[in-house]
């Protein structure tokens, strides 16, 4: 009984990340549109650094957002990784921060290539990794049966 409730809540939340995966897709393209319609305006602006600035601001937050819907696709750990690097980025890029704010948002860009880099294991996202240790954990377990 429990089992299927699981099953049933599961497939409830699949369905609902899915509703909101294409919610994000319509947001992010009409937020493109809306870019490209502004970076036209961007040469006729008075104060160009601002306008430039803003319309940086706008582009991070499309390329999280399209980072963010490929998380939802992928169900990667190299997928959330990715959208937090972007995140500190844009925040490190458009926010004109103190210097020890800089300073932290390198230390976490850092921290994020090195965990990328070295403590990442692709494997552990494969599902077809997971089912072959298990396979092979079954056949070590039967071997162990035979052999006693």
Known sequence: MILKFQKVLFQIA???EICIGVILAVVVVLCLVFAARDSLQLLSAENWSEAFNRQL????SIIIGVELLKMLCRHSLGS????????VA??????HSTPLETLLG????GVLFCVRKYLFIPGL??????????RAKQAVQH???DAS
Do not use: K, Q, Y
């Not at 601001?57 to 991070?60: D, E, G, R």
């Not at 959330?80 to 995140?87: I, N, P, R």
């Not at 996202?125 to 089912?131: C, I, K, Q, S």
């Open 106 to 109: 390198v230390l976490a860009l």
């Open 143 to 145: 071997h162990e049966i």
């Open 125 to 134: 996202d494969n599902p077809e990794h997971h089912a072959h240790h298990r």
């Open 14 to 16: 699949s369905i609902l």
């Open 57 to 60: 601001s706008t582009l991070f």
């Open 90 to 95: 844009r925040s490190m890029i458009v926010n």
């Open 80 to 87: 959330c990784v990715e959208v937090v690097l972007f995140a």
